[in-house]
């Protein structure tokens, strides 16, 4: 993942004198370098952009070597290759200005229009805008870090990125991802077809799970874009009424950006930013309701006025256009003087919660279509229509891989989907009451109506339609703990942390869920099972997958000096080191980890062990990478204990199947 110097600094001599691989099962080898993790691009039709080697064809001196570097070239005409390069330059442009990649000032207006608003009770809060403000350092960063700050065997996979073209001789895209080869194909590639008034018709795409993140460029890119000087040169040519239009400015690195942002290793995401999809929502104009994608300047101003309680920003930053056309705005501002504002939709807002690209809810709390959000700090008092409907946008999702997704026990056919969890658990989180202290047991139909008792065993989640769901019963269960430990969650963030998590991603189109699942929240444990004559038993013990992260309560740990993040990714490091030669085995203590240190009074306690009386399909796993299907491994989600928990700093625990991951601020526990 591409860090930030100062971090890298601290945490490289500690993986220098440590066998850890990083992401993929890459061994360290005496002596390597760079170029043992390289792909093989001599084979390549062009070379590697920008250059690796020498005028006199030699190879570049690794310390003098800068910035993630495009190989590939499948499908690629030289025009096509010198276009890219192109785009590759000028999306460090946008990325490189002070005021987007190191200091966004937020009470900027287009800050305030992409974004969210700056001040008042629905301003963005710190630790978003901190987010926010990382995905374009990470973006700067992919073109201009020097390639010796860590050991080769991990910094491998963000020094290059595959890029593909769709034309040529058709090698580039070979499933027809872009629509090239059949242009008039009314259906996007799965999950869904493309949005009203939409083209299946793409820019470009992005594969962030394979083994290098890869980009395919589509005809689009190339024939309908520009380049960001000749986009200068044209906008500044116009009228000041059409200069003042973003869309005058649309070039192809604003394509670049939103792309780079699809990218989760060099995003570094999850374990420091959420991941950043292409959202999808409805809102209405003087022609009805217009489903769309979160493409072009209009739609994503429109999805910046769903104004929920606590929520500012959350929606904003999960957008990857909204990061591409907040930085062109930048550098549009600073060529002619003065903000393109327009398109404005003034109070135009979203009918319903924002959707990711396979239409599941982007909050765990989002099942209400008609919730429309709060009419306050919206960009305008007056509804304003889109004033260029013509604009071209892409039409189908452009990211793809990537999800986590177990597979166990099947769904049936006509399985719940999850985008309705609340109408199942609603009731049931309403009897449990905040305070969470008595146990409880319920049997619901789909609507969440209690059922009369009977057998206890089985349940399940969410429907879309509870009529359609009347053969199944859910069976739901909240069993407190007689520990005083505080609770993390309450009954509906649990189970919609259930509902978004690989249990409610499943079926061909990842919106089933599978047939019982639980989450523990420090004082206790929700559970579901799914009741039903087509509900298959689970075939053996389940595949593993990544869990919930679980914080900490603030005050379960007592008093507790100052927890510095630069000490925990350090200790992170000690605690990880060595993890890929190491194995965690079923009811073998013998191989837990334990690593613990105490700092100013601070105790940093890591600790890595197999769950008791956990039961999986594997029964030992890989420390350091433990899941075939992610790239989650032992230092982000150790980090991630201490960066995703707001509670102080001492930390919380996540699993990879039955191996838990714990960091803590105590030393309660530690041989």
């Known amino acids: 993942m591409i860090k930030p110097k100062t971090f890298v600094g601290l945490l490289r001599p500690l993986l220098l004198i440590s066998s850890i691989s990083h992401v993929i099962a890459q061994e ?39 910035g993630t570097k495009l190989f590939g070239w499948k499908g690629c005409e030289p025009d096509d290759q010198k276009a890219i390069a192109s785009a590759f330059d000028d999306f460090h442009k946008l990325v490189s200005l002070s005021e987007v990649s190191s200091s966004i000032d937020w009470n900027d207006q287009a800050a305030k229009d992409f974004f969210g608003a700056a001040s008042g009770r629905n301003q963005i809060p710190d630790d978003r805008r901190k987010q926010i403000q990382q ?5 700067r960063q992919m073109y201009q870090l020097y390639w010796d700050w860590e050991p080769p065997w991990l910094s491998w996979k963000f020094l290059w990125i595959e890029v593909r073209c769709s034309g040529g001789d058709n090698s580039g895209d070979p499933d027809d991802i872009c629509g090239d080869k059949k242009p008039d194909n009314p259906e996007c590639p799965p999950p869904g077809g493309p949005p009203q008034g939409g083209t299946v018709q ?3 795409y992005s594969d962030p799970a394979e083994k290098y993140s890869r980009i395919t460029f589509c005809n689009k890119f190339f024939n309908e874009l520009k380049s960001l000087g000749e986009a200068m040169d044209y906008g500044k040519k116009q009228p000041r009424d059409v200069q003042n239009n973003l869309e005058t400015w649309n070039s192809r690195a604003r394509c670049f950006l939103h792309e780079a942002t699809h990218l989760d290793y060099f995003m570094d995401a999850p374990a420091k930013n959420p991941y950043i999809s292409d959202l ?6 003087r022609n009805g309701v217009q489903k769309v994608e979160g493409y072009g300047p209009y739609n994503c101003k429109v999805l910046r006025n769903y104004i929920k309680a606590g929520k500012a920003g959350y929606y904003t930053q999960r ?31 979203p009918t319903g919660p924002p959707k990711d690209a396979k239409g599941n809810p982007v909050a765990a709390e989002d099942t209400d279509e008609n919730e429309a959000g709060l009419d306050e700090d919206l960009i305008g008092t007056e509804q304003l229509d889109n004033p260029n409907k013509d604009f071209s946008v892409p039409g189908c999702p452009d990211k793809f891989g990537g999800d986590i997704v177990i597979d166990d026990s099947p769904p049936p056919e006509d399985t719940p989907e999850h985008g309705s969890a609340g109408s199942v658990y609603g009731k049931f989180c309403d009897a449990v009451g905040g305070d969470q202290k008595k146990e409880l047991k319920w049997t619901v139909d789909a609507s969440g109506n209690e059922k009369s008792p009977s057998r206890r065993r089985r349940k399940r989640t969410p429907p879309p339609d509870p009529d359609a769901y009347g053969s199944y019963s859910f069976e739901l269960d909240w069993a407190p703990k007689e520990s005083s430990a505080g609770c993390n969650r309450d009954c509906k963030d649990a189970y919609g942390v259930i509902a978004n998590s690989p249990c409610g991603h499943q079926g061909g189109q990842q919106n089933g869920m599978t047939a019982s699942g639980s989450v523990d929240v420090g004082c206790g444990t929700y559970s579901y099972k799914i009741t039903g004559e087509k509900v298959p038993e689970p075939e053996g013990p389940p595949k593993p997958f990544l869990s919930a992260r679980y914080c900490f309560p603030s005050d379960v740990f007592g008093e507790h000096g100052d927890i510095q993040e630069e000490w925990q990714s350090q200790y992170t ?22 690593w613990h240190t105490t700092t100013n009074d601070v105790p940093d306690n890591y600790t890595i062990s197999w769950k008791p009386n956990c039961e999986s399909s594997v029964t030992e796993m890989n420390v350091y990478k433990p899941l075939e299907d992610n790239d989650a491994d032992c230092l982000s ?7 995703e928990c707001s509670n102080g700093g001492i930390g919380g625990s996540i699993s990879a199947g039955c191996v838990v991951y714990e960091f803590k601020a105590s030393l309660e526990g530690s041989p």
């Open 319 to 349: 957008n990857a256009e909204t990061f591409a056309y907040f930085a062109t705005a930048k550098y549009v501002q600073k060529e002619i003087g003065r903000y393109p504002d327009l398109p404005n939709p003034g109070s135009t807002k």
């Open 135 to 139: 995905i374009f350092e990470a973006s």
């Open 573 to 594: 490091g000690l605690a990880c080191a060595g993890s890929a030669l190491a194995t965690i085995k079923k009811d073998d203590p013998s191989t837990f980890i334990n």
């Open 28 to 66: 360290p080898k005496e002596g390597a370098t760079v170029w043992d993790y390289a792909p093989d691009f001599p084979k390549d039709k062009f070379p590697p952009y920008p250059s690796v080697l020498n005028p006199d064809g030699s190879k570049i001196d690794v310390k003098n070597l800068r």
């Open 637 to 643: 989600m150790m980090q991630g204990n201490y960066r």
């Open 202 to 204: 793409l820019e470009a």
């Open 280 to 285: 999808s929502f409805s809102y209405r104009d």
